[in-house]
C-alpha cells in the first residue's frame, strides 16, 4: 500500500465521517439519505464523461452492489435511529475491514504480509472498543444488532466493488454507474409513497443533502479507485481511520456521552494504521 492509497483513503476517511455526521444530525434522516443518494445522479454522468463507460464484464458487480448498498442504506438508518453516531459508526465500520479483508483474500486473491494482517486486527480491535460504553437494557440488542448488520454489508460492497473496479477497465466510469444506480432507490420511494410529501421533505434537506451527497461521492470514489491498485483490505481497514473524527464529531457537535473513553480508543486505531502502512 503506497502513499497515493494511503492519502486516498485518509482523504476518504474525513469526508466519510463528515457525511455520516450531517446524516445522524437531521431529523429528516430518510429524506436527508434520499437527497445524499440524488446526487450521484448529477455527479454520477460527469464520472462517466470523463472516464468513459466501464466494460460489460463490471455488469453484474454493479448489479450485486446496487443490492447491497440498498440493505446497507436501510440499516445505517435504523443504526442511527436506536443509537449515537459514536456508537453505531464504530460498531458498524469496525466490523467490516476484517471480513473485507477475508473476503479479499479468498475472493480476489489478495496478499497481505503478516504486519498488514496484525495493523487490520489492531483497528478492528481499536474500532470495536470505542463501541463498547453502551447500556444494553437501554438500547436493546438492536443496539448492537443493526450496526453489525450495516457492517456485514459495508464488508460485502467493499469486496464486490473492490473485484468489479478491477475488471471495468475504467475505475471513473464504474464509479458513476455505482452511484447513479445507488441514488435511485430511496428518492423514488420517497416521491411515489408520499408524493406531494415527499416532494416538500426532499426540499427540506436538498441543501444538506446535497452536501453530504459530495462528500459521500468523493469519499467513496476515492477508496474505489485506491482499491483498483492496492489490497482491499489494506485500503478498507485505513480508510476506518474515519471514527476517530466519528467519535470527535459526536462528543463536541452532538454532544453524546461517553466521548472521552471512546476518543482514547482510538488510539489504538491509529497504531493499527501504522502496523498497516509499515507492513505494505
Known amino acids: 500500500m503506497g502513499p497515493l492509497a494511503a492519502a486516498l483513503a485518509l482523504s476518504a476517511a474525513v469526508l466519510h465521517a463528515s457525511w455520516n455526521t450531517l ?23 460527469i464520472l462517466i464523461a470523463i472516464g468513459g463507460h466501464p466494460s460489460a464484464d463490471a455488469i453484474p458487480f454493479l448489479a450485486l452492489s446496487f443490492v447491497v448498498h440498498i440493505g446497507y442504506n436501510t440499516f445505517l438508518l435504523f443504526a442511527y ?73 459495508i464488508s460485502g460492497y467493499t469486496v464486490v466493488d473492490g473485484m468489479g473496479v478491477r475488471v471495468a477497465g475504467s475505475p471513473l466510469g464504474y464509479i458513476g454507474w455505482l452511484f447513479i444506480i445507488d441514488g435511485l432507490p430511496f428518492v423514488i420511494w420517497c416521491l411515489v409513497r408520499e408524493r406531494g410529501l415527499g416532494v416538500r421533505r426532499l426540499a427540506r434537506v436538498w441543501k444538506v443533502g446535497f452536501l453530504g451527497g459530495f462528500m459521500g461521492l468523493a469519499a467513496y470514489g476515492m477508496v474505489i479507485y485506491a482499491m483498483s ?40 486505531v491509529v497504531g493499527g494504521v501504522a502496523l498497516l502502512y509499515l507492513g505494505r
Open 23 to 45: 446524516l445522524k444530525a437531521n431529523p429528516d434522516r430518510f429524506a436527508t439519505l434520499a437527497m445524499i443518494g440524488a446526487f450521484g445522479l448529477i455527479g454520477g454522468p
Open 81 to 153: 435511529r436506536v443509537a449515537d453516531l459514536s456508537h453505531a459508526y464504530p460498531l458498524a465500520r469496525g466490523s467490516a475491514p476484517l471480513l473485507a479483508t477475508l473476503g479479499g483474500v479468498f475472493l480476489a486473491g489478495d496478499h497481505i504480509s503478516a504486519m498488514s494482517a496484525a495493523g487490520i486486527l489492531v483497528i478492528c480491535l481499536g474500532i470495536v472498543a470505542i463501541s463498547m460504553q453502551f447500556n444494553v437494557r437501554e438500547l436493546g440488542w438492536s443496539g448492537l444488532g443493526w450496526p453489525l448488520a450495516t457492517g456485514l454489508m
Open 229 to 268: 491498485f492496492a489490497a482491499i483490505g489494506a485500503v478498507a481497514a485505513m480508510r476506518e481511520t474515519s471514527v476517530i473524527l466519528a467519535a470527535l464529531f459526536g462528543t463536541y457537535l452532538l454532544k453524546e456521552p461517553f466521548g472521552g473513553r471512546r476518543i482514547a480508543a482510538s488510539v489504538v
